[in-house]
Each structure stands twice: as C-alpha cells, then as structure tokens.
C-alpha cells in the first residue's frame, strides 16, 4: 500500500509544480502585455505621456524590446524623429583634432559589436561610429571627445541606427554627459566625488574601510564615463541600465556605483585594507549582477539622499555641475511633445506644400520638363525619408500588441 501510495503522490506533486510554473508564466506574459499596451498609450497621448514612459523605462524589465526603445528613448531626450540630422558627409574626418584619438578607440571597440557578427558589416558600423562621433564633435565645438565615449555612441548605433543615433548622443552630451566633456577631467572628478558620501549615510562602516584604504573613487571611473557599457559583456543588462539612465537624473550613474560597492560590502571588508587589494576587487565588476534589485536600491539611495544633500560635503562645494543645473529645466522641456502621428502629419502637409508650390512654379514659368524633374527629385527624396523614418516611428495598434506574446 506504501508503494502505490508513493507512487500517486509524485506525480501530484509534478502537476503542482507544473500548474505553479505555468501560473508564473503566464503572470509575466500578462505583465508585459500590459506594460506594452501602457507605453503605446503614452506615446500616442497629446501631449506625450512622458511620466508614464519614464516609469516604464525604470521600472522592473525596462523598456523590454530594442524596437520599443526606438519609439521611446527619442522622446525621453525629446527628440523629433522626423526632423533628423543630415548623414555626416565626406569631410567630416578632414582636419579633425580627434579623429586620430577616435580612430583608435573604435578600432579597439569589436567586443562591444554582438557575437558572430560578419567583419566586413562590423567594419561598416565602426565607420559609421566614427563619423557619428566626429559629426557631433563638429557641430558642438563646445564638447571635448574623452576615451569612452565611444561605448556609449555604440550602444546607441547597435539599436536606433545612424541618424538617430546622432540626434540623441547630441542631446544626451549637452546634457547628461556634458560634465564629462569639458576640457579637464575637473567636472568628471566632481561626480565621482559623490560616491563617498553616499557610502557614508547608508554604511558608515564600510566609508571608513575604504577611506583607511585609500582606495578612492577612480575604481568606478569607467563604469561611470561609459554608462556601463565598457565593463559589461552582456549587451542585454547594458541596454537595461541605458533605459534606467536616459529615465532618471544625471547623477543616477553614480548611484548605481554607490549600489554595487554596497552589495559588495562582505567582500571589500573582507580583503586586505590597503589602497591595491580594494581597487582590484572593485575594479572587476561581476557580470551576474542583480540588475533589477539594484536599481530598484538604486533609485530608494536617491530618494533618501538627494544632490541636495549629499552637496553638503566639502569635498562637492567648489564645483558648478552643467549636467545637474541644468536638468530641471531639461526634464520640463520634455513635457509638451506632441506624438509621432501628429508629427507625422505635419512632415506630410510641409511636403504637400512644398510639392504645391513647386507645381505652381511649374506652370508659370514654362520650363515644365526642367520642374517636372526637380519635382520628381524631390518626391523621391521624401520618400526616402519617409520610408526611413517609417522604420522607427510606425504606429502601433494595441491588437498587435496583444499578440506579442
């Protein structure tokens, strides 16, 4: 009786764990479903439904697929995406200071391409990265190139195209980035100098390991110049942090710097305290982070202990940041958008009028067949762009959606 006993409860057991599996899963399609349907809502609200879409790109998962952060990112740094700079032309490498510089960071750059890609279409894109950097250098004589640089660019060419890419990594280095475009390093160590007084409120203990170490901050350096993207191997878990700081305030990178050495905390107190033995261990980043958990952590440290109060330390007086006095006015700018079908429109009815006059040019000037071509010309040209800008501003219909998953 014992046998047969044990031998009806396994497979109860299994269809629990099974139903309970199946539950889940479908949970997290339903989630997703929703959060899909929300981001389409907000897109396509007049204006532009910017709270909700920052929310969807901090929140747990992200903004979930590349083609949806193509419709989304560009509104976070309110960007037109049918008002997109030229491709940089021929002579955008002629008697350029930092093309020399450039040129070498790109061509050391094939890790940050995905696996299995051909060379030669890798080689076309590290053209492509080099133009787009030198195109925004060009028409921002403000902003001086830093090494690292480029793996931001190249997170933004790999998911939205050329293009686009220029438009945002424009916006981005006069706003976000621009501490770290000045022509010292003065304005990058400023932010750096947040990370120890951050330390000190949540864990008083380990500031006073790591300042008897001497370690300093020039550990998180690369994570923070690079977003992250120069020290993660999975383009997945870069793509999640780009979501989280195009989402949230410029110093959020920093913040999530604070996070990872508290998560570590056993391990720095665990080494020796001497300034070469902590660097080391803080300088080898962990690929298997719990991204979702530390943002979240991430997000609390920011709410508890703003800019505001963290400038209260000496070490943060004496510097004037750009990227965060100008960031309120940055995030109000965002607000009054308006969604890409009415964009569209507009695109459409310019082109009309365009394509009108030129009619009405036509014939009153009599050189019908010389206009007939210009027209003809012109049509073709928009409709390049249009089809271009198709490619990432379709609309979608929340049907589709549903069928996603």
């Not at 809502?41 to 979930?64: C, F, H, K, M, Y």
Request: proline fraction near 4%; include cysteine.
């Amino acid at each position: 009786m014992k046998k047969v006993k044990k031998r009806q409860q396994q497979p109860l057991n299994e269809a629990r764990s099974v139903n309970g599996s199946s539950q889940r899963h479908e949970e997290h399609v339903s989630w997703k479903k929703q959060k899909l349907v929300d981001i389409h809502q907000a897109l396509n609200s007049d204006p532009v439904d910017i709270e909700t879409l920052r929310q969807a790109a901090v929140s747990e998962g992200g903004l979930l697929t590349d083609d949806v952060r193509r419709k989304v990112w560009p509104k976070l740094l309110s960007v037109n995406v049918f008002n997109l700079p030229s491709k940089p032309g021929k002579n955008v490498r002629e008697n350029h200071k930092d093309y020399n510089q450039v040129l070498l960071d790109v061509r050391r750059s094939m890790r940050r391409f995905p696996r299995g890609m051909r060379a030669d279409e890798r080689e076309v894109l590290q053209e492509q990265l080099i133009d787009i950097i030198l195109d925004v250098l060009r028409r921002n004589p403000q902003l001086h190139y830093y090494q690292g640089y480029h793996d931001i660019v190249v997170t933004f060419l790999l998911v939205v195209g050329g293009r686009m890419a220029i438009a945002i990594v424009e916006t981005l280095s006069n706003h976000h980035l621009r501490d770290f475009m000045d022509p010292t390093m003065d304005s990058t160590k400023h932010i750096l100098n947040y990370l120890m007084p951050i330390l000190e409120q949540v864990d008083p203990e380990l500031h006073d390991f790591m300042l008897r170490a001497e370690v300093g901050t020039i550990f998180a350096l690369s994570w923070l110049i690079t977003w992250y993207g120069h020290v993660l191997s999975d383009f997945r878990h870069v793509l999640r942090l780009y979501d989280f700081f195009l989402a949230s305030h410029p110093l959020m990178p920093i913040y999530f710097a604070a996070v990872i050495v508290l998560y570590r905390e056993r391990e720095v107190k665990s080494s020796e305290c001497d300034m070469a033995s902590v660097h080391h261990l803080l300088s080898q980043i962990p690929q298997d982070l719990p991204y979702e958990h530390l943002i979240t952590q991430a997000q609390s440290l920011f709410t508890r202990y703003p800019p505001t109060l963290l400038t209260r330390s000496a070490a943060l007086q004496s510097h004037k940041s750009i990227a965060i006095s100008s960031f309120q006015d940055f995030q109000t700018s965002t607000l009054q958008q308006r969604p890409d079908s009415v964009l569209r429109q507009q695109l459409h009815q310019r082109h009309t009028t365009n394509l009108d006059l030129a009619h009405a040019n036509a014939r009153s000037g009599g050189a019908h067949q010389l206009i007939k071509m210009a027209v003809w010309g012109l049509s073709a040209t928009l409709g390049a762009a249009a089809l271009a800008v198709a490619q990432t501003a379709m609309d979608w219909a929340p049907e589709f959606l549903l069928q996603l998953f």
